[in-house]
């Protein structure tokens, strides 16, 4: 019984990513196509407003000047040096998630095939967190307690590069947006976990993207 109930999980947490991971329907599985910019997306749960990108200096925080490795990741409230994963993307151009593990649910995903690093000049570095029914990962600890003026903290060798949440939506789950794959606007951080309510095995009704810019000393 413990076995059946613990491949159900892992099965909904798989599906759950896949819908909200998933690039534009009609593009085909490669960098240039899950990096649109300009598609329109379905209309979404709340406003995709665009937004604020001026973020003011933080002594605290270094002024990156290159982009660099990311190897921990850190949300006050939430998590405290996560560890991140670099997992491909499937043959349809999904980015991949952490591992279906104990230690996979709490850390982040950094997706290389974007190609935009912290520090980098333009586009997003996209990243993504599990969400599990029970509670216990770290997307839901995001959903907890990340929202716009938080701070997060993207640490690589000797460096150390702080963002501020500019923007949270929450889309449905069907909905495309193109704005996470974004490789020539601002730089910022894309985070996304599924969220809303589970209906079911793979099934929740919504997903949570937040924008954060970086912040420099």
């Not at 270094?62 to 994963?85: C, E, L, N, Q, Y």
């Not at 190609?115 to 509670?135: F, K, L, Q, S, Y």
Request: proline content about 12%; glycine content about 10%; some cysteine.
């Amino acid at each position: 019984m413990l076995a059946t109930a613990a491949a159900v999980l892992v099965v909904a947490v798989v599906v759950a990513l896949v819908v909200a991971l998933r690039a534009p329907a009609d593009a085909p599985p490669t960098r240039t196509a899950v990096g649109i910019v300009g598609a329109a997306p379905s209309a979404p749960s709340s406003p995709l407003s665009e937004p604020t990108t001026t973020v003011a200096p933080d002594p605290s925080c270094d002024r990156v000047r290159h982009g660099f490795t990311p190897r921990t990741i850190s949300v006050p409230g939430a998590t405290r040096g996560a560890a991140i994963a670099t997992p491909p993307r499937d043959a349809a151009g999904i980015p991949g998630t952490p591992p279906l593990t104990q230690a996979g649910k709490a850390m982040f995903a950094w997706d290389l095939a974007q190609g935009t690093r912290p520090g980098d000049p333009r586009g997003n570095v996209i990243v993504n967190a599990h969400t599990w029914p029970d509670g216990s990962a770290l997307g839901n600890r995001l959903l907890a307690a990340l929202h716009p003026g938080g701070r997060v903290v993207v640490r690589g060798k000797d460096v150390r590069l702080c963002y501020e949440v500019t923007e949270r939506i929450e889309v449905s789950a069907d909905t495309l947006l193109p704005r996470y794959y974004t490789q020539d606007g601002p730089p910022q951080l894309a985070i996304l976990a599924c969220s809303g309510k589970r209906l079911g095995p793979g099934l929740w009704t919504k997903r949570t993207v937040w924008f954060a810019s970086p912040v420099s000393g």
